[in-house]
């Protein structure tokens, strides 16, 4: 039955006029139209015995229920009072028309939940499907929260958070109830591998980072220690001074220095200013956490910049050289850098000699430093210039040994043959060294008397020994010519009768270009043969790696020159048979002549038949003479 209907008391379904209630005793007869007049009836009374309220009374009733609940709409913050509680349950009366339910395990941060206490609570839905009122206490502690967070970025105070689980590249922060995300280069200012290790931990943290579309907020523990740190590093740049010495303990090495840590402060120690000697790396001279003192040699109170000097506590070695260093004397050093011009050795720590090249060998011919020296090798050298207020010195290793060109005519004299090491070759010659600081060049055209090279290289190449002569010796200059094809009689002079113009030789083609051909002879001889001798007698070019028989065509001595042709073989051959063929007609002719001669002398008158004799031999010395007549050249 609805609010708006009343039910009358029993025996109440029709409400009596004065006239029905005289005669209610009576046994009334069955009527045959109705008792009631149409305008008497009370029409509010149905057959279910319920009339309803008339519409204004309907709205005043309606008016006085509804003032005794509160107005609330969905998602709205509300305060409730827990009036009941089951094992998965939380009655909780918001004063609505009805009360709420919200799962037990929204109130797990609140073991000790009982009935009476008021909670804060957020209107999911005034009437969900079932007609139900939906509350959710979680909904409301995340909106808290996310409003307490967004103020904390804000403000940029400092919030605590409790560390619940690990994550792919940080950590689970639960702030207020809210889960925020820690990345793993905010949680310290060094790195950190081991996550675990934070997980459960209650930790300050500061909001650096949200996101109002999605409610997703970032926070940081390095952001606190970094601020920690940057007041202790203006206190200490605020004291700082140059040529300050202050303890650090070395907390990062690199390969271009090291990092102190100054007491909260980082200062940066050079490379160049650890060692007044050479290092390669600062890990040879220096540990992690090593403590050690140094000096500040410069600081920038804007960019936070300390830079530190280790060397510049102990005096620079040039002022403090030993008694022993001095022109003349023989030192050891090693070698710390390389160069093309020659190698420092370095004798003492901050204390380097220059080797130049030239003070390398006694050998004139040019020598590569940086084949000749390594990083970390030990020379001995002499001292031959020190210069202590300009802090130079140079080195010779080529001083240690007596100058083996001061007695060169007796050990190599000109003429002399000798065994050497091929160390260079260049275009025009070859280098080769007898013995060290002793050398020579041997030039293309004294490799070979036979063959021509166009490169030193196609003979011989570095590091092979080849047989030598001394042909002439520059003592001033320090320079030796060499020669290796004088180790034997030039064949040039017995091979001119062998190669005379006109002989036939076979030869093979080993090289073409636009000019000509290359060519193998027997004895090891090459011969040239222009384009125009290669043809054959069929039009046709001989062509590289072929063989056929050459005619020598010109031959120099002086020169080393042969040229050769095989066109002028089979042009020869024709020429040949032509001048045959003419000397044949000519002999023909004259054997005719006399026959005629000896003929017309017998006769001593003519006759016919006389006459006709003569007529054939006419004709024939005609047909000759005109046979005869393209022939000739």
Same mark, same amino acid.
């Given at each position: 039955?609805s609010?708006?209907?009343?039910?009358?008391?029993?025996?109440?379904?029709?409400?009596?006029s004065?006239?029905?209630?005289?005669?209610?005793?009576?046994?009334?007869p069955?009527?045959?139209?109705?008792?009631?007049?149409? $305008?008497?009836?009370?029409?509010?009374?149905?057959?279910?015995?319920v009339?309803?309220?008339?519409?204004?009374?309907?709205?005043?009733?309606?008016?006085?229920?509804?003032?005794?609940?509160?107005?609330?709409?969905?998602?709205?913050?509300?305060?409730?009072?827990?009036?009941?509680?089951t094992?998965?349950d939380?009655?909780?009366?918001?004063?609505f028309?009805? $009360?709420? @339910?919200?799962?037990?395990?929204?109130?797990?941060?609140?073991?000790? @939940?009982?009935?009476? $206490?008021?909670v804060?609570?957020?209107?999911?839905?005034?009437?969900?499907?079932?007609?139900?009122?939906?509350?959710?206490?979680?909904?409301a502690?995340?909106?808290?929260?996310?409003?307490?967070?967004?103020? !904390?970025?804000?403000?940029?105070?400092?919030?605590?958070?409790?560390?619940?689980s690990?994550?792919?590249?940080?950590?689970?922060?639960?702030?207020?109830?809210?889960?925020?995300?820690?990345?793993?280069?905010q949680?310290?200012?060094?790195?950190?591998?081991?996550?675990d290790?934070?997980?459960?931990?209650? !930790?300050?943290?500061?909001?650096?980072?949200?996101?109002?579309?999605?409610?997703? /907020?970032?926070?940081?523990?390095?952001?606190?220690?970094?601020?920690?740190?940057?007041?202790?590093?203006? &206190?200490?740049?605020s004291?700082?001074?140059?040529?300050?010495?202050?303890?650090?303990?070395?907390?990062?090495i690199?390969?271009?220095?090291a990092?102190?840590?100054?007491?909260?402060?980082?200062?940066?120690?050079y490379i160049?200013?650890?060692?007044?000697?050479?290092?390669?790396?600062?890990?040879?001279?220096?540990?992690?956490d090593?403590?050690l003192?140094?000096?500040?040699?410069?600081f920038?109170?804007?960019?936070k910049?300390?830079?530190?000097?280790?060397?510049?506590?102990?005096?620079?070695p040039?002022?403090?050289?030993?008694?022993?260093?001095?022109?003349?004397?023989?030192?050891?050093g090693?070698?710390?850098?390389? *160069?093309?011009?020659?190698?420092?050795? &370095?004798?003492?720590?901050?204390?380097?000699?220059l080797?130049?090249?030239?003070?390398?060998?006694?050998?004139?011919?040019?020598?590569? /430093?940086?084949?000749?020296?390594k990083?970390?090798?030990e020379?001995?050298?002499?001292?031959?210039t020190l210069?202590?207020? *300009?802090? #130079?010195?140079?080195?010779?290793?080529?001083?240690?040994?007596?100058?083996?060109?001061s007695t060169?005519?007796?050990k190599?004299?000109?003429?002399?043959?000798?065994?050497?090491?091929? #160390?260079?070759?260049?275009?025009?010659?070859?280098?080769?060294?007898?013995?060290?600081?002793?050398?020579?060049?041997?030039?293309?055209?004294?490799?070979?008397?036979? #063959?021509?090279?166009?490169?030193?290289?196609?003979?011989?190449?570095?590091?092979?020994?080849?047989?030598v002569?001394?042909?002439?010796?520059?003592?001033?200059?320090?320079?030796?010519?060499?020669?290796?094809?004088?180790?034997?009689e $030039?064949?040039?002079?017995?091979? &001119?009768e062998? %190669?005379?113009?006109?002989?036939?030789?076979?030869?093979?083609?080993v090289?073409?270009?636009?000019?000509?051909?290359?060519?193998?002879?027997p004895?090891?001889?090459?011969?040239?043969?222009?384009?125009?001798? @290669?043809?054959k007698?069929?039009?046709?070019?001989?062509?590289?790696?072929?063989?056929?028989? %050459?005619m020598?065509?010109? %031959?120099?001595?002086?020169?080393?020159?042969?040229?050769?042709?095989?066109?002028?073989?089979?042009?020869?051959?024709?020429?040949?048979?032509?001048?045959?063929?003419? #000397?044949e007609?000519?002999?023909?002719?004259?054997?005719?002549?006399?026959?005629?001669?000896n003929?017309?002398?017998?006769?001593?008158?003519t006759?016919?038949?006389?006459?006709?004799?003569? /007529?054939e031999?006419?004709?024939?010395?005609?047909?000759?003479?005109?046979?005869?007549?393209?022939?000739?050249?």
């Open positions: 039955m609010e708006e209907q009343i039910v009358n008391p029993v025996n109440a379904d029709v409400q009596e004065p006239v029905q209630e005289a005669t209610a005793t009576k046994k009334a069955v009527p045959t139209q109705f008792d009631t007049a149409h $305008d008497d009836f009370d029409w509010s009374i149905d057959k279910r015995n009339s309803t309220y008339p519409k204004e009374e309907r709205h005043k009733y309606d008016h006085v229920y509804d003032s005794t609940f509160k107005v609330i709409n969905d998602g709205e913050m509300i305060s409730g009072n827990v009036v009941g509680m094992k998965t939380v009655v909780i009366n918001i004063g028309k009805s $009360d709420g @339910l919200v799962s037990l395990n929204e109130f797990r941060d609140l073991p000790n @939940l009982r009935i009476g $206490d008021d804060e609570v957020m209107v999911v839905e005034k009437e969900d499907r079932e007609g139900h009122l939906h509350l959710s206490r979680k909904q502690r995340i909106t808290r929260a996310w409003e307490k967070i967004v103020e !904390m970025h804000r403000t940029g105070e400092v919030v605590t958070g409790v560390v619940t690990k994550t792919k590249g940080g950590l689970i922060v639960d702030v207020y109830g809210m889960e925020t995300f820690l990345p793993g280069s949680i310290d200012v060094k790195p950190v591998t081991d996550y290790q934070f997980v459960g931990k209650t !930790m300050e943290f500061k909001v650096v980072k949200i996101n109002e579309a999605i409610k997703n /907020a970032v926070v940081s523990h390095k952001a606190l220690i970094e601020s920690d740190i940057e007041a202790q590093r203006a &206190e200490i740049i004291k700082l001074e140059k040529g300050q010495v202050l303890e650090g303990t070395i907390k990062n690199t390969d271009f220095g990092f102190l840590d100054l007491g909260g402060l980082d200062g940066l120690l160049t200013d650890i060692s007044w000697g050479r290092i390669s790396h600062p890990s040879e001279v220096l540990k992690l090593q403590k003192n140094v000096v500040v040699l410069d920038d109170d804007e960019k910049r300390i830079s530190l000097g280790l060397k510049q506590l102990t005096p620079h040039w002022d403090t050289l030993p008694e022993h260093i001095r022109e003349g004397e023989i030192v050891k090693r070698v710390v850098n390389i *160069e093309d011009y020659g190698a420092f050795l &370095e004798i003492m720590p901050g204390v380097e000699g080797v130049h090249v030239s003070e390398i060998t006694w050998a004139n011919n040019p020598i590569n /430093a940086k084949e000749f020296f990083l970390g090798d020379h001995s050298a002499k001292i031959v210069n202590k207020d *300009e802090r #130079k010195m140079s080195l010779s290793i080529k001083q240690l040994s007596e100058d083996p060109w060169i005519e007796i190599y004299p000109q003429g002399s043959r000798h065994n050497g090491m091929v #160390k260079n070759i260049t275009p025009y010659g070859v280098f080769v060294e007898l013995e060290p600081g002793i050398g020579g060049m041997i030039h293309i055209s004294d490799l070979s008397w036979l #063959k021509r090279f166009n490169h030193p290289s196609e003979y011989t190449r570095a590091g092979q020994r080849i047989d002569v001394i042909l002439s010796i520059d003592k001033d200059n320090r320079k030796l010519q060499l020669g290796h094809k004088q180790l034997e $030039d064949p040039w002079n017995a091979l &001119e062998t %190669f005379a113009i006109g002989t036939i030789h076979e030869g093979t083609v090289k073409k270009d636009d000019k000509g051909a290359i060519v193998q002879l004895y090891g001889l090459e011969g040239f043969a222009p384009n125009r001798h @290669l043809a007698e069929d039009g046709k070019s001989i062509g590289a790696e072929e063989t056929a028989p %050459f020598v065509i010109e %031959f120099d001595r002086n020169e080393k020159r042969i040229v050769v042709s095989h066109a002028r073989i089979w042009e020869q051959s024709k020429h040949d048979e032509k001048e045959a063929q003419r #000397k007609a000519r002999a023909d002719q004259e054997r005719t002549k006399k026959a005629v001669k003929i017309q002398s017998r006769v001593e008158k006759t016919l038949g006389d006459l006709g004799v003569l /007529a031999l006419r004709k024939k010395l005609d047909d000759n003479a005109s046979s005869d007549a393209p022939k000739a050249e």
